[in-house]
């Protein structure tokens, strides 16, 4: 079978969740000796993270926007190769074009107007979902199927297009055993090095995107360091030092800034350290559709606060504390409750680690080549 993959940007530098998804999962079906070839269509960039084999072939197809390369360019480089089936991992997919179609719905969040976006988060972001609005109700139409990462999300999405009566399958995604880690003083005291971390602080991935509830966080960080007397520093990645100055101003506690470290962007290959060296890792969100890093912080060693909505009681189990990502006072309460008790974060700790156990990148790969071989022999 001749299988096309669409990972358009997993060769950018600075990967976001959808691409380390695709890459991850491609990674595992050039290691099964599958039988199949696999077109892996991208569009060339700085990171060549991976590598022709396994019956995967690696096609570069040209195109500077975002549509133009998937609406056009995309449609043409599968016809020319000729796939029985095309996989597009990241909520759209082309309009036109004979291809069969199976498209991965991360989530839907961009349709639902009680989390509506639309004139929130940056400018890409905004103009992201005015084209994930216009092209996602057409391509669940015509998909042959459609995936989604979460029995969550699975439900979210066949409810809302119900009258589509849409053929909706979760597969979980997965874990790398990088994330795996021991105790790694000497590793971790470099990553620390390299970033300006201190022994101990907690961790936030900082991100603009509305529902990373950013606000509520530094609203809950900035009560935990003004009612503690010894708090510590709060780690915020991939966020501009103006930006919080200027909630800290708002907030009538500039003082503050002392206690934040902003390290800009983290490379995910030293997320690992990154997650295992940090007392608390916080990923209150106000929806997710899975939630990849609450896996990667507790396989780490991290202690997770997460939220109790959406996908993440589903992907964290009961290895991480449950809060309302919209009470302030739980969140900041909770930082000082396990900051304060090194037993409780150990107690964590052990059920973390037991719980990542539960996902890998294989069994993604797997049951998504069984849904492609279903397909396409139907």
Request: aromatic share 10%; charged share 15%; with cysteine.
């Given at each position: 079978m001749r299988i096309g993959i669409e990972a358009q940007r997993i060769f950018r530098k600075r990967k976001h969740g959808m691409d380390i998804v695709a890459l991850e999962m491609i990674r595992e079906l050039q290691k099964m000796n599958t039988g199949h070839e696999f077109f892996v269509f991208v569009k060339k960039d700085a990171d060549r993270c991976l590598e022709p084999g396994g019956g995967v072939r690696i096609i570069e197809v040209p195109g500077v926007t975002y549509p133009y390369w998937e609406q056009l360019m995309l449609p043409a480089a599968a016809r020319k190769h000729k796939v029985d089936l095309l996989h597009c991992t990241s909520n759209t997919a082309p309009l036109g074009g004979e291809v069969p179609l199976l498209v991965t719905l991360h989530d839907i969040i961009y349709l639902e107007k009680k989390l509506d976006n639309s004139s929130k988060g940056s400018l890409y972001q905004r103009l992201g979902n005015v084209y994930r609005r216009y092209v996602v109700p057409k391509i669940v139409k015509k998909a042959e199927a459609l995936i989604t990462v979460s029995d969550y999300e699975n439900k979210v999405i066949s409810d809302f297009f119900s009258a589509e009566k849409p053929d909706v399958r979760t597969v979980y995604n997965g874990i790398g055993p990088k994330f795996f880690i021991d105790s790694a003083p000497e590793q971790a005291r470099l990553i620390c090095e390299k970033y300006n971390l201190p022994e101990e602080y907690l961790f936030f991935l900082g991100n603009t995107d509305p529902k990373k509830n950013l606000p509520n966080v530094i609203r809950a960080c900035i009560?935990?360091?003004?009612?503690?007397?010894?708090?510590?520093?709060v780690v915020i990645a991939d966020y501009p030092e103006s930006e919080l100055k200027k909630w800290l101003k708002d907030a009538g506690k500039p003082e503050l800034i002392k206690h934040f470290i902003l390290p800009g962007y983290m490379a995910n290959d030293d997320l690992p350290l990154i997650?295992?060296?940090?007392?608390?890792?916080?990923?209150?969100?106000?929806?997710?559709?899975?939630?990849?890093?609450?896996?990667?912080?507790?396989?780490?060693?991290?202690?997770?606060?997460?939220?109790?909505?959406?996908?993440?009681?589903e992907v964290s189990g009961d290895a991480s504390v449950l809060i309302d990502p919209q009470d302030v006072e739980e969140l900041a309460g909770q930082i000082r409750r396990l900051t304060g008790d090194e037993n409780l974060r150990k107690t964590y700790i052990e059920k973390g680690k037991k719980n990542a156990a539960r996902f890998s990148w294989r069994k993604t790969a797997e049951e998504t080549l069984a849904i492609y071989e279903e397909l396409i022999r139907n």
């Open positions: 009560k935990y360091l003004d009612e503690s007397d010894n708090p510590l520093p997650y295992n060296s940090c007392t608390l890792f916080l990923y209150p969100s106000l929806r997710e559709s899975f939630g990849i890093p609450i896996l990667e912080a507790q396989a780490a060693g991290a202690v997770v606060i997460t939220s109790n909505k959406a996908s993440m009681p």
